[in-house]
């Protein structure tokens, strides 16, 4: 297997060149950008990635349309509502670019990436200055180079031609105790309902030494926890030829020094294996959490998913990780609906979610999207009937947390203060090793601190603490 494309070290310099183009162009000017992003851990890393370009150009940025010179909708189209809202939002703006038409829009993301979805732009979003799809994300400062210099409309939507690695752009972080660091890039397992392979490309895996270097500016930033993404990690390295899988980066990035924990996610039950585990239980610095979508109880369903596994061998995955982990914290995606789901595959679906006992679950009413091979599948279901195994899962899920919940009461554990809770009881909020949410009480308490706590009450959605 060829090794991923990087892009070269003359395109990026290029593209900072464009950047110091546009902040000669705004040169006096307070300018202002404000960025909004649907979806997924991904999409919000790419945006950190288009806000540290914006910052470099001269950009400050701001959490308000209505004094912003240019705006950012990073998009999603793994579902239609999400589909909806962006175009719902964009709608909203036409008023404004009315008000003040040198504000620039820009549009980028899976949404974006869907020719459909330009045309559909072009001919009825006119306020849309810019558009780009999630391969050309590195291109954005010569993309609004030309919008600014050129005056028209730059729509940017290429194939897979461009689905190379980009290394040294610049990134802007939210402050705090988090943050993202992708991995790999793109899909290729086509479940037959997800449109992300369709609009992200085929996998591409980044170079070790580049996530090893990230890592370490990220632990010499402050950064305490840090989540690998990836859309399945654990096919990372399957495309370098270099003798790496992810148990070994999780090895090598165990051993950078600092006091840090990793998560990582989405991992594919299909390639999930226990020398993954293995390397979980074995380093200290990996937190012990594991998400691990199986969508379907049913192996009916999961073979018209093409997801390539079976029950069974997700049973075993589970028990595996409990038997090296005993305390892991577990967490699982779940489609409702899926087209042909019968009551039987759905209390399949019941059956595992009961026996696991997941600590967290997000779960989804199937949504059909157009160029997925499930589009076409029949599907007779009614709504109706789809809505209501939905809730009852939610009922079926909210008793297994309670019971979870109310077993931390008095437990000690190590958490990682992370931000403000809103109660003034418990005035911080922070995280378990299985990410758990916990608010906090106490003396001397600090964002991006570890420290000891023990649990005095705990809710649906929350452990209450005081620390020790
Ligand atoms: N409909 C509903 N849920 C979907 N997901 C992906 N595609 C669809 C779809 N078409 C869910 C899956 C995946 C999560 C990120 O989104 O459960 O794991
Ligand atoms: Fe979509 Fe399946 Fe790829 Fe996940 S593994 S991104 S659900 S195609």
Redesign the pocket.
């Given at each position: 297997m060829s090794a991923p494309r990087t892009v070269s070290k003359e395109q990026i310099q290029n593209q900072y060149a464009y950047i110091d183009g546009i902040a000669n162009l705004l040169k006096g000017r307070q300018m202002r950008a404000y960025t909004h992003t649907f979806g997924c851990q991904q999409n919000e890393a790419d945006t950190e990635r288009i806000r540290g370009m914006l910052y470099e150009m001269g950009f400050s940025m701001t959490d308000t349309v209505d004094d912003a010179d240019f705006i950012l909708f990073n998009t999603c189209a793994?579902r239609e509502h999400a589909e909806d809202r962006a175009f719902g939002n964009i709608g909203a703006l036409s008023h404004l670019k009315k008000q003040r038409p040198d504000v620039i829009i820009a549009l980028c993301g899976c949404m974006a990436q869907q020719q459909k979805n330009v045309e559909k732009i072009k001919k009825s979003y006119p306020q849309v200055n810019l558009l780009f799809g999630t391969h050309a994300l590195w291109r954005f400062p010569s993309l609004l180079y030309r919008v600014l210099t050129e005056k028209k409309r730059v729509f940017d939507i290429d194939g897979e031609e461009c689905g190379e690695i980009a290394e040294g752009l610049p990134v802007l972080r939210e402050d705090g105790a988090k943050a993202w660091l992708s991995i790999m890039y793109g899909?290729?397992?086509?479940?037959t309902?997800?449109?992300?392979?369709y609009v992200?490309g085929r996998e591409r895996s980044r170079f070790p030494e580049e996530i090893e270097r990230e890592l370490h500016e990220l632990v010499a930033a402050g950064y305490k926890d840090i989540t690998l993404l990836g859309?399945?990690v654990n096919s990372y390295g399957k495309d370098l030829g270099l003798d790496i899988d992810f148990a070994d980066l999780l090895r090598r990035l165990n051993d950078v020094s600092g006091d840090f924990l990793l998560r990582f996610m989405?991992s594919?039950p299909k390639d999930a294996s226990p020398k993954l585990f293995e390397a979980m239980a074995d380093c200290p610095k990996v937190a012990r959490q594991l998400h691990l979508?199986f969508?379907s109880g049913s192996d009916d369903i999961l073979r018209r998913m093409n997801?390539r596994y079976t029950v069974g061998e997700y049973r075993r995955l589970i028990a595996c990780a409990r038997e090296k982990m005993p305390d892991i914290t577990l967490s699982s995606d779940i489609i409702v609906g899926f087209p042909g789901e019968t009551e039987e595959d759905f209390e399949q679906t019941l059956a595992l979610v009961r026996e696991t006992e997941f600590d967290l679950l997000f779960t989804f009413l199937y949504s059909k999207r157009s160029g997925t091979p499930a589009a076409e599948y029949e599907d007779k279901t009614p709504a109706k009937v789809k809505q209501e195994r939905f809730e009852r899962l939610l009922r079926t899920q909210d008793e297994i947390v309670a019971r979870r919940q109310a077993a931390y009461q008095g437990k000690r554990l190590r958490v990682l203060v992370d931000g403000a809770a809103k109660g003034p009881d418990y005035p911080f909020t922070a995280r378990t090793e299985g990410n758990l949410l916990v608010c906090v009480r106490g003396e001397g308490l600090q964002i991006g601190q570890f420290t000891e706590v023990e649990i005095e009450k705990t809710s649906l959605r929350c452990l209450f603490a005081r620390k020790r």
């Open positions: 793994v899909c290729n397992n086509f479940c309902y997800c449109i992300v392979p992200r859309q399945n989405t594919h979508p969508q997801r």
